[in-house]
């Protein structure tokens, strides 16, 4: 396996609407990021992933794109992206930008062009059909709900949006638009990023006569996934894309994929492939979710977690690379999800931070998971801003579901979790803003904020801290291979990492009640040559490991010699 940057890097997410916001308007921006560069640096991250601060009308908060090359007026100006970029590369750290290139917003100058004429030279920059005797093309869902296809009364044809009908699909098919994509990828490079971070990239490849998908229980739409995940010419697409792109440039390409396996991954991160860095994918998210999707809840299981985990771990050992990852800017806050947010919030998201970055792979940090940050519970429907949440809310009244059953849907999984301000301080609005924010702090920012963490040595903030420079001192971390122990135990996540003569043995109790762990006879451990690298209780380092009473929500992370 070749020793990476990319490999041994940590990356911090900013959704900069929510981060800092500079100029007292309620909505994040770049000069709110530059001010908070220091804190970073701080922190010890390596890489920040940028969500889009393109021009955007913003109906899905910026990944609805009207301009590729222009920043959008709320976030700031072309020349304040440049003195972020700069003060980053000052400071050490690299900028990733998101690619969102499967569609655009319906305002981009292409579609608006696009909708004029069957005639018009950019009609098949996107994809359009006739309606099937007065109903859509077919019977494809939206990620969002709804039909995946909206009537454009101009040409009387319908355009796909798997997504909002405001982003409407590009057609990958038409070399002319992936020239055009190509060619705005490289317009960035030039201008000094250090990588992509694409929006689900492996959605570009359409099946062919777009057909409509098995729908077993008659709804009205059914899920087109396998007619639009991991399509045909994928591959060929991202072989284009590295070789007129790419190929050459020393940076980092993340292919978020929702779908995919790791005998996929294998093809689309394989280093002889020339294809992707690695992929962003999503199997341990649905650990909680229903045979119905996200919003069908049920209970956590460690077991079925840690399988999936492990599932990625060992497929992708020398074939591939994966991110690791608990949250990001669509997914709940972990330490409420799979954690304990109540007494042993601190504790448990040092926890769950330990057993993620222990693990092979690039891990990525979400803003305020190094704070412990919590979802929030809005009185009402009306706080809510996202539109996925929204949109299923009005679908399930519809439906006549109890609205309190929705909410508490809603309390588990809704994106707004991830997107309440950044809470820095115990100042009004959480030091966000000094304006009304965008959408409304989580009422915890007294507690739970950044200046508490940075002054308090045993905050989250600083175990993460701890987490990021041990990760850099051994090799082993980002490279061992991996082997499950405990895999039945129901509250013990334990695993073994092995390299050049080297072993980690990593322990956790993913509980509220005190465990005992007792080594299992195949791992030999030296007691007197083991090093204690972290824990997230005072631990005295000469006790022995082969049996360890765990308090609740406890880690340590052992390395000896094989």
Do not use: C
């Not at 908070?36 to 910026?62: H, I, R």
């Not at 394989?270 to 649905?286: A, S, T």
Request: net charge negative; glycine share 8%; charged share 30%.
């Amino acid at each position: 396996m070749s020793k990476q940057w990319w490999k041994e890097a940590v990356v911090y997410q900013i959704y900069p609407r929510s981060f800092m916001d500079s100029n007292g308007d309620g909505v994040g921006d770049i000069k709110g990021i530059i001010s908070k560069l220091d804190y970073l640096k701080l922190l010890g991250v390596d890489v920040v992933w940028l969500s889009p601060v393109y021009e955007s009308p913003n109906d899905d908060n910026g990944y609805d794109i009207s301009d590729y090359r222009r920043i959008m007026s709320e976030f700031g100006t072309m020349e304040d992206w440049e003195l972020l970029r700069d003060e980053m590369h000052k400071r050490g750290i690299k900028i990733v930008m998101d690619l969102v290139v499967n569609h655009s917003s319906d305002e981009h100058a292409w579609f608006v062009e696009s909708r004029k004429s069957k005639d018009n030279p950019y009609r098949d920059y996107y994809i359009w059909r006739e309606g099937n005797d007065g109903r859509e093309p077919n019977n494809w869902e939206s990620v969002f709900s709804g039909s995946a296809w909206q009537y454009a009364e101009e040409t009387g044809e319908y355009y796909l949006h798997l997504f909002s009908k405001k982003q409407p699909d590009l057609n990958w098919e038409n070399p002319e638009l992936r020239n055009e994509i190509y060619d705005m990828m490289n317009f960035w490079l030039e201008n000094g990023i250090d990588g992509f971070r694409m929006d689900v990239i492996n959605f570009i490849s359409k099946a062919p006569g777009l057909p409509d998908a098995p729908n077993p229980e008659g709804k009205k739409y059914a899920s087109g996934h396998e007619y639009f995940m991991n399509g045909p010419r994928i591959h060929e697409f991202l072989q284009e894309m590295n070789e007129l792109v790419l190929d050459g440039k020393d940076v980092m390409t993340v292919g978020e994929m929702p779908g995919v396996s790791p005998d996929e991954a294998q093809l689309y991160t394989g280093e002889d492939r020339k294809e992707l860095n690695m992929v962003f994918q999503f199997e341990h998210m649905d650990v909680d979710s229903g045979e119905l999707g996200k919003w069908d809840l049920i209970p956590f299981d460690l077991k079925k977690l840690k399988k999936i985990l492990t599932k990625w771990q060992t497929g992708l050992n020398g074939q591939g690379w994966n991110s690791l990852y608990w949250n990001n800017h669509d997914q709940p806050r972990v330490v409420s999800r799979f954690g304990n947010d109540g007494e042993h919030r601190v504790i448990s998201a040092k926890l769950l931070g330990t057993l993620l970055h222990m693990m092979q792979g690039t891990p990525y940090i979400y803003q305020g998971e190094e704070l412990g940050m919590t979802n929030v519970r809005f009185a009402s429907i009306d706080e809510y801003k996202d539109i996925e949440t929204l949109n299923m809310f009005k679908e399930k009244i519809a439906e006549g579901v109890d609205e309190r059953e929705i909410m508490k849907s809603i309390y588990a999984k809704g994106r707004d979790n991830a997107r309440t301000p950044m809470q820095w301080d115990s100042s009004e609005h959480a030091g966000f803003t000094e304006g009304t924010p965008w959408i409304a702090v989580n009422p915890n920012y007294q507690e739970i904020n950044a200046e508490k963490a940075m002054e308090d040595p045993n905050s989250v903030f600083h175990y993460y801290r701890k987490l990021i420079s041990t990760r850099k001192e051994h090799d082993i971390i980002p490279y061992g291979s991996f082997e499950l122990l405990y895999e039945d135990d129901d509250s013990i996540y334990s695993y073994v990492r092995r390299y050049n003569g080297e072993a980690l043995l990593v322990i956790g109790n993913v509980s509220n009640e005190g465990r005992t762990f007792i080594k299992p006879d195949h791992i030999q451990v030296n007691e007197d040559q083991k090093q204690l690298l972290i824990s997230n209780y005072e631990v005295d380092e000469r006790e022995n490991v082969e049996q360890i009473e765990l308090k609740p929500w406890e880690a340590r992370v052992y390395k000896y010699s094989i």
